[in-house]
């Protein structure tokens, strides 16, 4: 699998229509914000100028970010990852991983020389540039802030940057390094839709010193952000009681999920409230498994025995995990760790 969230893959392998699937493939929030209340009039004019500076008072709020930060939204994170490696200075680049493969994939796109780093503190001699997922997707590693600011001062005398992927940031606001960016040239990206729970409303941002910023801004151009987005965004993004409830919940909803994977036997290693990573030496099985009850997880190219479950939206969602583990455990002889075979070649 490539990315989660895509159930075309699913019913094209295992049959099915879309609305039987149980997907929890993704990291994105199964109860979004609410959109009910927009009338239909903001999908018929162009953004405007004053819709942009709301949006940005109210990432600005909900994200701490420094006056002296400045912010830039962004049709999606993925467009701002896409960009990044054409306009940081030229040098090779160390990404903390395995991670989110999609940043490697740009930087080599873009003909930059990329190298592997398991922690910050392995930062090679010869990169100019680093990456880092914090919260790391798929595990929830979490650099500290004197970690992060420890490897922002190394490159600052490169002349490097240090890009701090944040998509998952919304959970713990005190994961945030934005003020990082006041004295170094940090570039932090936010996701908008994984926390809200409205992915198809693409709307990112980063956030970093002027000089950056300004350089980002100019190559998305105008208009980059859809009404919509910029309306909905700044909308969601004011509504604080809703943020700190969600964040309450998911924590609850995230232990549940935990006592159904670990009651079927399988080791939690990781995650954050909106996803678990778990590991079980046959999790290619038991991932084939599951998608026979029309049950979708993310499995992982680069590992035979990881498997990542976002949250189901109910408690039916959860229970109809806990019964499927079960009948998946019985299929799948040995499934719990300690007991397991290696993967089936064939799957």
Same mark, same amino acid.
């Given at each position: 699998?490539?990315?989660?969230?895509?159930?075309?893959?699913?019913?094209?392998?295992?049959?099915?229509?879309?609305?039987?699937?149980?997907?929890?493939?993704?990291?994105?929030?199964?109860?979004?914000?609410?959109?009910?209340?927009?009338?239909?009039?903001?999908?018929?004019?162009?953004?405007?100028?004053?819709?942009?500076?709301?949006?940005?008072?109210?990432?600005?709020?909900?994200?701490?970010?420094?006056?002296?930060?400045?912010?830039?939204?962004?049709?999606?994170?993925?467009?701002?990852?896409?960009?990044?490696?054409?306009?940081?200075?030229?040098?090779?680049?160390?990404?903390?991983?395995?991670?989110?493969?999609?940043?490697?994939?740009?930087?080599?796109?873009?003909?930059?020389?990329?190298?592997?780093?398991?922690?910050?503190?392995?930062?090679?001699?010869?990169?100019?540039?680093?990456?880092?997922?914090?919260?790391?997707?798929?595990?929830? @590693?979490?650099?500290?802030?004197? !970690?992060? #600011? +420890?490897?922002? *001062?190394? =490159?600052?005398?490169? $002349?490097?940057? &240090? /890009?701090?992927?944040?998509?998952?940031?919304?959970?713990?606001?005190?994961?945030?390094?934005?003020?990082?960016?006041?004295?170094?040239?940090?570039?932090?990206?936010?996701?908008?839709?994984?926390?809200?729970?409205?992915?198809?409303?693409?709307?990112?941002?980063?956030?970093?010193?002027?000089?950056?910023?300004?350089?980002?801004?100019?190559?998305?151009?105008?208009?980059?952000?859809?009404?919509?987005?910029?309306?909905?965004?700044?909308?969601?993004?004011?509504?604080?009681?809703?943020?700190?409830?969600? @964040?309450?919940?998911?924590?609850? !909803?995230? #232990? +549940?999920?935990? *006592?159904? =994977?670990?009651?079927? $036997?399988?080791? &939690? /290693?990781?995650?954050?409230?909106?996803?678990?990573?778990?590991?079980?030496?046959?999790?290619?099985?038991?991932?084939?498994a599951l998608a026979r009850q029309q049950i979708w997880c993310r499995c992982?190219?680069?590992?035979?025995?990881?498997?990542?479950?976002?949250?189901?939206?109910?408690?039916?969602?959860?229970?109809?995990?806990?019964?499927?583990?079960?009948?998946?455990?019985?299929?799948?002889?040995?499934?719990?760790?300690?007991?397991?075979?290696?993967?089936?070649?064939?799957?």
């Amino acid at each position: 699998m490539k990315h989660g969230g895509d159930l075309a893959e699913a019913v094209a392998r295992h049959g099915g229509a879309r609305e039987q699937w149980l997907d929890l493939s993704t990291g994105i929030n199964p109860r979004p914000w609410s959109i009910a209340n927009f009338d239909d009039g903001l999908w018929q004019r162009l953004p405007s100028r004053s819709d942009e500076l709301a949006l940005q008072e109210a990432a600005r709020a909900a994200y701490g970010v420094p006056e002296q930060v400045a912010l830039v939204a962004a049709p999606g994170t993925q467009a701002l990852i896409q960009w990044l490696p054409h306009l940081a200075p030229a040098g090779a680049i160390a990404i903390v991983g395995p991670t989110y493969a999609e940043h490697q994939q740009a930087w080599r796109n873009a003909g930059r020389e990329v190298v592997t780093i398991a922690s910050l503190d392995q930062l090679p001699d010869d990169a100019r540039h680093v990456l880092i997922v914090n919260p790391n997707n798929p595990d929830g @590693r979490i650099a500290s802030h004197n !970690e992060l #600011a +420890a490897a922002a *001062q190394k =490159l600052a005398a490169r $002349g490097g940057w &240090l /890009v701090i992927d944040e998509a998952f940031a919304d959970v713990d606001p005190a994961i945030s390094a934005a003020s990082l960016a006041e004295q170094w040239p940090v570039v932090i990206l936010r996701s908008f839709g994984k926390f809200y729970g409205l992915a198809g409303v693409r709307l990112g941002f980063a956030l970093a010193p002027a000089a950056i910023a300004d350089r980002l801004a100019l190559a998305l151009g105008p208009w980059s952000c859809s009404g919509p987005a910029l309306v909905i965004g700044a909308a969601a993004l004011r509504d604080q009681a809703w943020a700190e409830q969600t @964040r309450a919940r998911l924590r609850v !909803e995230a #232990a +549940a999920l935990d *006592q159904v =994977l670990g009651g079927a $036997g399988l080791e &939690l /290693v990781g995650g954050t409230s909106l996803y678990r990573l778990v590991r079980c030496p046959r999790a290619l099985d038991l991932h084939a498994a599951l998608a026979r009850q029309q049950i979708w997880c993310r499995c992982f190219d680069w590992s035979a025995e990881l498997l990542r479950f976002g949250l189901p939206a109910d408690q039916a969602g959860l229970a109809r995990l806990a019964a499927a583990l079960a009948e998946a455990g019985a299929a799948v002889s040995g499934l719990t760790s300690g007991r397991c075979a290696s993967p089936s070649p064939s799957i």
